[in-house]
């Protein structure tokens, strides 16, 4: 893995409204991919290297004890000259993509509104709401190091965050997430398919949508079903709703609205989504967002969450350090204390049943042949206990017979058994990619 390249960005996937790239701008992407990929194969194991053989030893030497916690850690490391060059490497590729994205994206901003507008206007399938106001956990940070977040506008019918998102996804995922940018929803979509079977909503909801990469796949496979898209940024909702017209989806429809003000009728969504949401929320947001969501769905329904995995007891130290980087230095505060919330806990005082949760994961679907293999694995457990599987054995519904080895039956009152992992290892093989993704449901009481 350490020697393979990322695709080019000549095999990124355009459509009507993508943003013109000259020749220069895609070699900036180009370079700026690479040495993202480069950072985190090559120079990132360093740390661990420094850790063990520089920091570790000298903390223990000075205080007379060993590392016990990981913010103890970090305020070790911080003070390791390749910790600081790494990091400093680390986040200034993260300021450049922002950068790079939004060159393209500002040199053209007036005729991307134009283009937008033409797919916007009059559409009943638009809802944007001027008198939104911005949840204060958006409105406190620049998110990924975007300026103005997801929700700043600089000019009337503005595109420029959901625009510069799209452009710039490629470089932050090294392609990962295939050339539509769309990889994660449809592993999502495989994994309902092949857990759920006999699964048919006629509404689905995808709370903190953006610009509906990930949804679009779920309106591609239920094209009977109502697709609802909600974010808060309203430049983020306008472009998502004009791509997915261009694209010729019409059974998706784009909210601009806090998550935890939906107005939407309650008990009627079969199936609630939510794709690397919870993490840019908050401790308040999320309690009262998990209620809102168990009140949407209709009995029976399905919630299912990609998300940040926990610290498990076997989670090292050096690893949650790690993982907690972004929390400090990419701009997303909430991040490392996800890390440590028991979300099934907050899912079951919203009211949804614990026995009926589970936890599993999935890889993404990408395009063999054009996006190299390694891509992406949206997988916590394949890591974890380092089997060569797809993970497809983190969540069943079926009968015992069918249990594979590490899963156990949660016991409920009617006859369709739901299952959850009995056991969860480390994750220090883990990519950042693997890091940032896992998949957790909950089915509502009834």
């Not at 000259?81 to 200034?92: D, I, K, M, T, V």
């Not at 939004?102 to 001027?130: C, F, M, P, W, Y």
């Not at 009995?299 to 993982?323: A, M, W």
């Not at 497809?392 to 069918?402: C, F, I």
Request: aromatic share 10%.
């Amino acid at each position: 893995m350490a020697n393979t390249l990322p695709p080019t960005y000549d095999r990124n996937g355009r459509h009507p409204l993508s943003p013109n790239v000259d020749h220069d701008e895609i070699a900036r992407f180009n370079f700026l991919t690479n040495l993202n990929v480069h950072i985190g194969q090559r120079v990132s194991p360093g740390n661990r290297t420094a850790f063990e053989n520089r920091v570790s030893p000298k903390y223990k030497r000075e205080t007379g004890h060993p590392l016990e916690t990981r913010q103890q850690v970090r305020d070790a490391m911080k003070k390791d000259p390749f910790y600081q060059c790494w990091a400093a490497l680390r986040r200034n590729t993260m300021e450049q993509r922002q950068q790079a994205g939004r060159h393209v994206v500002l040199r053209q901003l007036d005729d991307l509104i134009e283009s937008a507008k033409q797919h916007n206007d009059g559409k009943e399938t638009l809802n944007i709401d001027s008198s939104a106001e911005v949840p204060p956990y958006l409105a406190a940070v620049d998110n990924h190091c975007m300026p103005g977040s997801y929700y700043t506008e600089i000019v009337p019918d503005d595109v420029l965050a959901g625009a510069n998102y799209e452009t710039g996804l490629f470089i932050t995922t090294a392609g990962s997430m295939s050339s539509k940018g769309d990889g994660g929803g449809r592993s999502i979509v495989n994994f309902v398919r092949q857990r759920f079977p006999d699964f048919s909503p006629k509404r689905i909801l995808d709370l903190g949508a953006g610009i509906g990469s990930n949804t679009l796949p779920l309106a591609e496979a239920f094209p009977d079903a109502e697709v609802v898209a909600v974010d808060a940024g309203a430049p983020m909702v306008r472009w998502g709703h004009a791509r997915a017209q261009a694209l010729g989806y019409d059974n998706v429809r784009f909210i601009q609205a806090d998550g935890d003000s939906l107005d939407l009728d309650p008990n009627s969504f079969d199936w609630v989504q939510t794709t690397m949401f919870w993490h840019e929320t908050s401790t308040s947001a999320i309690h009262g967002m998990m209620e809102k969501v168990h009140a949407l769905m209709a009995p029976g329904g399905l919630f299912l969450n990609v998300e940040q995995p926990n610290f498990t007891p076997e989670t090292s130290l050096f690893d949650q350090f790690t993982r907690d980087w972004d929390a400090w230095y990419n701009t997303e505060p909430f991040w490392s204390k996800l890390h440590v919330m028991d979300v099934f806990d907050v899912m079951k005082t919203a009211g949804f049943s614990s026995e009926k949760m589970f936890d599993g994961g999935t890889e993404a679907d990408i395009e063999r042949g054009q996006f190299q293999p390694w891509s992406s694995t949206v997988s916590r457990h394949k890591a974890e206990s380092k089997e060569s599987g797809d993970a497809k054995h983190n969540a069943y519904k079926g009968s015992d017979s069918t249990l594979p080895d590490g899963m156990k039956r949660v016991e409920k009152s009617d006859n369709k058994p739901w299952y959850r992992t009995s056991s969860q290892t480390d994750i220090n093989n883990m990519t950042d990619t693997q890091k940032k993704n896992y998949i957790r449901t909950g089915n509502k009481n009834g």
